[in-house]
């Protein structure tokens, strides 16, 4: 018989898993609305040229990581699976006019990503992401709390064991000369870099910081640090960010080898990390764009955001304080004769807003009982004969292990009280 698996790059969550993902996913949307961010959910699927646009054909993602299908088989044209939600959210809000309603907007994200990438751990094809986006301002003071928001959600699931990373990449006015100065820095020593780093010279230099091959990052920490060429404008704006960091008491290092992986950043750049989680130790990271917006149809408002990896950030908890959901009771069948009251109480006590199961299987009372045990049930509602007979119900807590028999309507009295 042919057995199934699953793609490779996916993972299945399986139902033991869930309680710390509703966990992750409770602590992300009250911080966000706590911070005024609304959320927005733009498609799983956009144009492929929205991607080009507004990713950059030079990054590893737009180059090599797409999954693309043909939007119809006449066509020439193509959908591509968001391999991140910068894109989307922007047309969304771009394609909805909500820029005519209010020049500023802070929305948020969660959802899905699809990126054709080589699985390793940390690394999937189908992984999990959360972000904002806050458009309509050029004030450090909103770089800043994108962080504060991050921070906020990684200590509201139990994580602080992270590092925060900011550099600034400068704007179209200072970036040139400081770009101008790395290549002039790596010069005769290009052929000491990985393949990777020589293609990137000509099309981005500045990945060459990021590059992961050690002897890569050995030659780059020799390389000018664009701190030493920012305009006045983008320098002030980058101190201002660092105040801003300490007034939110948020610890940071400055750090020239951020420089992430998409074409779009101006100014401020960030990254969160943590060690525990091995080689692919990025949780998350973001920056200001002020260019996409206008370039994709949008005002000249200035516009910063980040995205986090819900799976690494699950990877990283080493415990997670997570309580574990009590069903209220499990109706214990003593006896094939009482099936049909067992479900008639069971919906009974359903309606009144209580939750709990009950055997579908012909189970033993044994089996049953056991059942009840591990799903660690507040109360077992026996019925069997004598109790059909009688109408009644044998309620037992098992906290204390205290038994009565009562009325269908006491036990629901009962079994909602001691919640
Ligand atoms: P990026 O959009 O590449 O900056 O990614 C933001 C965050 O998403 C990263 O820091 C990771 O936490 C997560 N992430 C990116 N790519 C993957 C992937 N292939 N598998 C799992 N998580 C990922």
């Given at each position: 018989m042919?057995?199934y698996?699953?793609?490779e ?7 033991e ?14 911080s ?14 956009e144009?492929?040229?929205l991607?080009?646009k ?33 894109p ?13 309603q209010?020049?500023?907007w ?8 699809f ?15 959360f972000g ?5 301002s ?7 709390e994108?962080?504060a ?13 992270y590092?925060?990373?900011?550099n ?6 200072c970036?040139?000369?400081?770009r ?11 052929k000491?870099?990985c393949?990777?780093c ?10 060459i ?13 020799k ?10 404008e983008?320098?002030s704006h980058?101190?201002k960010v ?21 074409d779009y950043?101006t100014?401020t ?14 949780l998350?990271?973001g ?6 917006v206008?370039?994709?149809g ?7 955001g ?12 080493k415990s ?15 006896g094939?004769?009482a ?16 939750s ?15 059942r009840?045990?591990d799903?660690k ?11 059909l ?6 309620v037992?807590?098992m906290e204390?292990?205290a ?6 309507s ?5 079994i909602?009280?001691?919640?």
């Open positions: 042919t057995t698996k699953r793609p790059g996916t993972d299945d969550i399986l139902p898993q869930i309680p710390l993902w509703v966990r992750l996913e409770a602590v992300m949307r009250e966000f609305v706590r911070y005024g961010y609304a959320e927005i959910r733009p498609p799983m699927f144009d492929t040229k991607f080009y507004a990713s950059g054909d030079t990054t590893d993602v737009v180059e090599k990581q797409m999954f693309t299908v043909p939007s119809r088989s006449d066509s020439e044209d193509s959908y591509t699976f968001r391999p991140e939600l910068t989307g959210t922007l047309r969304a809000l771009i394609q909805n006019g909500l820029f005519n209010r020049s500023m802070k929305v948020f994200y969660y959802g899905p990503m990126r054709y990438e080589k699985p390793q751990k940390g690394r999937s094809r189908q992984f999990t992401q904002v986006e806050a458009v309509g050029k004030d450090p003071l909103i770089d800043v994108t962080m928001v991050f921070a906020d959600i990684l200590r509201g699931v139990g994580l602080t064991e590092a925060l990373r900011v600034t990449l400068g704007c179209a006015t970036r040139g000369g400081y101008d100065a790395v290549k002039a820095a790596v010069g005769e020593s290009l000491d870099y393949e990777n020589r293609r990137r010279f000509d099309r981005n230099v500045f990945r910081f990021d590059c992961k091959v050690e002897r890569c990052s050995l030659l780059a920490e390389l000018p640090a664009i701190t030493d060429h920012v305009c006045p983008c320098k980058f101190e660092q105040a801003g960091l300490r007034i939110a008491k948020l610890d940071f290092a400055v750090d020239k080898r951020i420089v992430r992986g998409l950043y100014r750049v960030y990254e969160f990390s943590s060690q525990a989680i091995g080689a692919q130790n990025a998350g990271g920056g200001r764009y002020d260019p996409l206008p370039q994709m949008g005002p000249d408002v200035g516009a910063v980040f995205a986090a990896g819900a799976e690494r950030i699950l990877l990283a908890l997670l304080d997570v309580d574990v959901v009590r069903p209220d009771f499990f109706i214990v069948s003593a094939n004769d099936r049909e009251a067992c479900f008639k109480t069971a919906q009974e006590l359903r309606a009144a807003g209580l709990g199961d009950l055997d579908f299987e012909g189970k033993s009372i044994k089996a049953q009982m056991r009840a045990n799903l049930a507040r109360f077992t509602v026996i019925i069997g004969g004598d109790e007979a009688k109408g009644v119900v044998n037992k807590n204390d292990g038994q009565t028999t009562v009325t269908p006491e036990a629901r009295e009962i909602g009280r001691k919640r």
